[in-house]
């Protein structure tokens, strides 16, 4: 895996480069990663954790350069030393066990664009900012508070659970009542449609065709290359392209019908109305064509009910209605007998299933 820790050989073609890097103790800055273990300024050792890309502009290339792998850390005064070092050059502390210098994770442009310069955080900077993040945050509120609004927060939406469902008992009495029934109607005759032309449906005819676009399909169009940089983890770093298949979505035609055919269709709906006074009845059905398959003939194609009574609320003020679906249901409901039923508090809707008939025994 390309920059992974236990990497020990890079591809031989690779051109490498120095990374950067500054003194913390002097703030000499851009040291080289390769050339400039220890400042040349105050003598410190280098840290790889302060190593970073520099910019096109300030990249510089490392000649014949022999990879051993990422430096070996000192576990004892942090100097980094070159993967084949046997003890560290500072204290002398053996490295066999020694952990591996971290890497900056690699970077990626397009080619033909250009590197900036990726400095690390300031370490001091990030110290303070971890110290703040690991300090208990003060709250907000304290934990009585908090309590206090949880309670007022349920008592609130247990009111207004209760508004919405409670419920008054109400005596009302039927002031009207009326039915619709109705049959849908439907004609066999052309209908006009569009699909594909290897998907028509049969006996279809005044067929036009054209073209249309039916999907799209990716086809290659070359291909990206991008260029990465790699930290080698040991004071230097290598630029590999990358390229990979690039597509471009290309229509695809097929022919597109319209078409006219004959089938079944919706054309109308008869209607009979009545009242309380008036007993149900299905309207009267004319059908052309006595129920054969033909053009311009007719069929029955679905019935419909319903059963509407009207009462008179509590407060006299407009009308609470009940719909049912079968006339057995709508039948008790006579002009001017009173009944019990539910009426929401807050929502003046009727629970039309707490319909009771009012007086003794009801």
């Not at 509120?141 to 469902?165: H, M, S």
């Amino acid at each position: 895996m390309p920059g992974s820790p236990d990497e020990t050989s890079i591809p031989a073609d690779a051109p490498i480069f120095e990374m950067l890097w500054d003194c913390r103790y002097c703030g000499t800055r851009k040291l080289l990663g390769k050339t400039h273990r220890f400042c040349p300024n105050c003598g410190a050792a280098q840290e790889p954790a302060a190593r970073y890309f520099p910019s096109d502009a300030e990249k510089v290339a490392v000649k014949d350069h022999v990879y051993h792998g990422a430096d070996r850390v000192c576990p004892s005064c942090a100097t980094a030393s070159s993967a084949q070092a046997e003890f560290c050059p500072q204290c002398g502390t053996p490295l066999t066990d020694a952990a591996r210098a971290g890497r900056r994770a690699s970077e990626r442009r397009a080619e033909g664009e250009s590197f900036a310069e990726s400095r690390p955080p300031d370490p001091d900077a990030a110290r303070q900012q971890a110290l703040a993040a690991a300090r208990p945050a003060v709250p907000r509120f304290t934990r009585a508070q908090v309590v206090l609004v949880a309670v007022g927060l349920l008592f609130l939406c247990g009111v207004a659970a209760y508004a919405l469902t409670r419920t008054e008992t109400a005596t009302v009495a039927v002031v009207d009542r009326e039915w619709v029934r109705s049959i849908d109607v439907e004609a066999y005759g052309p209908v006009s449609g569009s699909d594909w032309c290897d998907s028509l449906p049969p006996g279809a005819y005044a067929v036009s065709r054209h073209q249309a676009v039916r999907y799209h399909e990716q086809v290659p169009d070359g291909e990206q290359c991008d260029t990465i940089r790699i930290d080698n983890g040991d004071g230097t770093y290598r630029e590999e392209r990358s390229c990979f298949p690039v597509y471009r979505s290309e229509p695809v035609y097929a022919d597109r019908c319209t078409y006219q055919v004959d089938t079944w269709a919706y054309a109308r709906t008869v209607e009979a109305r009545g009242t309380g006074h008036d007993t149900p009845a299905w309207p009267a059905l004319d059908l052309t064509g006595g129920g054969r398959t033909c053009v311009g003939c007719e069929r029955e194609a679905g019935r419909h009910e319903r059963f509407t009574v009207y009462f008179s609320p509590p407060d006299s003020e407009g009308r609470l209605s009940c719909t049912f679906d079968a006339a057995e249901a709508w039948q008790p409901f006579r002009q001017g007998t009173e009944w019990v039923l539910e009426v929401g508090a807050f929502t003046g809707s009727p629970d039309c299933g707490s319909l009771r008939a009012a007086g003794p025994g009801g």
